[in-house]
């Protein structure tokens, strides 16, 4: 997004440079979108930076939603004053318009990527808590396992005894006699 908020402050401060070198009539309407872009850029510059991204996108956002209103009210005015008669500069109209829709698309764009990136850390988030939780209680999630089968050879109380296999005296009644 930080090289997107760049092209487009480059793509306004292009529109004035272009509308300043295609005639020597100026007007003030001429640097409107030069004192947008040069922000714009700025943020663009700013969200290269992976901690202010955030941040820098919805500061580059909100300018831009700015400047799309401010653009969009002085087309109208331009338009309104051309259809009455008025004399206006058709460069300036072109200009502001064309100014109203940069703004526009990147409004849009900003907004898509915003709302992306909130979705994407919700997800995080819930992964997050997720796995805390499984470290918190990891018997809640897991199915219960069920007690081991205890063999009736084996004395429950001594864990050291030898297998059954080893252990003779188990399978032949015990003697007194020591020959045997």
Aim: aromatic residues 8%.
């Amino acid at each position: 997004m930080a090289r997107i908020g760049i092209v487009f402050g480059l793509v306004l401060f292009g529109l004035t440079i272009a509308a300043l070198s295609a005639t020597t009539q100026k007007s003030y309407t001429q640097f409107l979108p030069m004192m947008f872009g040069i922000p714009l850029l700025f943020f663009g510059v700013v969200a290269l930076n992976p901690h202010r991204r955030g941040d820098s996108v919805f500061a580059a956002l909100i300018l831009a939603l700015v400047g799309m209103a401010i653009a969009t009210v002085r087309t109208i005015v331009l338009a309104v004053s051309w259809v009455r008669g008025g004399d206006i500069n058709s460069l300036s109209f072109q200009l502001v318009a064309s100014m109203s829709v940069v703004c526009c698309v990147f409004v849009v764009i900003a907004g898509l990527w915003r709302r992306r990136r909130k979705a994407e850390e919700e997800r995080v988030e819930d992964a997050r808590r997720r796995s805390a939780a499984l470290l918190r209680n990891p018997l809640v999630v897991n199915p219960p396992v069920a007690d081991p089968v205890i063999p009736a050879h084996i004395d429950p109380e001594n864990p050291y005894q030898t297998p059954a296999i080893l252990n003779e005296s188990s399978s032949t009644p015990p003697t007194d006699d020591p020959a045997k």
